[in-house]
């Protein structure tokens, strides 16, 4: 490992699947879910990737994961692409990355005590069953449940106590990175902040790397460092958290930061312009159709990534002009109405 070396790399990375044919003679479809994606993750930190539903985030997760590989680019974690390797490196990748969902429901076993539950990943990477389990209530109290919770079953649990059994499971096997796919988003506000303070603490303990999933802005800056915005399959904006999420560039950005100051949480949030089809993505920028600064180079060329200073990297034409506020609203969609 070198000095600079950072936990993930992402160099590129797409995704696009393939839907079969709806009859013996039609065209398979194509969705590209990931698009041409980069970005970094140093050690000990957390990159937080938000964007509305349907915008492939559980993708790059998924991809991360090894559940979905690329069709296009280059995955590293410490150095070493993901998907070239040997058994060995692979049982090893599957030890240090750990996951942890929305619905810890759909994740643990309903008819597994909480010992087996968080002992599970340990036994399945070669620990005989009893010493794994004899590591249960350490493993408990970590993240703060009592030890007679070893006895007891998920539906016994509240939503916030599965959730931290969840992060004892993950957590059973010594991971360096953890891939938290919204992971309180179906808790109480209440139970939400003590998850979200558990992770901090046990990033700061344990030196963990996070790639966190979120689609609630607080929630994903209280815990992120940097913060990548997906529209769409691409990164459209990415950067230090506090500049993304407090001064965004990109009008995408712009716009969900707005509607979330009203507390909308972001599934709910309604931006005005046509959502383009997936299968029938438009040319040149893809949120043009959305964007009220929208012009006929928004129509004609796809914005690269450029540097905005200060680790800032935005994919818009005209993000100086939006920021300055001297671009007129003419988006083409108005004028085509
Ligand atoms: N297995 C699959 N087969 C076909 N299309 C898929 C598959 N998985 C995801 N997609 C499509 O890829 C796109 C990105 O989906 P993804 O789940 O990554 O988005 P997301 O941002 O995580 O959304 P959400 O917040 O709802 O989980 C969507 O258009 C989705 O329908």
Known sequence: ???????????????????????????????????????????GRTFGLVGESGSGKSTIAKMLLKLEAPTEGDLRVEGQPIFRQSPAEELAYRRKVQAVFQDPYGSLSPRMRADRIVSEPLRAHGMPRREAEARAPDLLR????????????????????????AIARALSVDPQLLVLDEPVSALDVSVRAQVLALLRDMQQRLGLTYLFIGHDLAVVRYLSDIVGVMYFGRVVEVGPARQVLRQPFHPYTRRLVALASGDAPLGAVRMQGELPSPLNPPSGCLF???????DTTCIDQRPEMRDAGSEHMVACHHYEAVVAGTKAETGPQLREA
């Open 1 to 43: 490992m070198t000095a600079n070396e950072p936990m993930v790399e992402a160099s590129g990375i797409g995704k696009t699947f393939t839907l079969p044919a709806q009859s013996l003679f039609g065209e398979a479809k194509r969705v590209a879910a990931v698009v041409d994606v980069s970005f970094r993750i140093p050690h």
């Open 142 to 165: 970590i993240v703060g449940l009592p030890p007679e919770a070893a006895l007891k079953y998920p539906h016994e649990f509240s939503g916030g106590q599965r959730q931290r059994l």
């Open 288 to 294: 043009r159709t959305r964007c009220t600064y929208a």
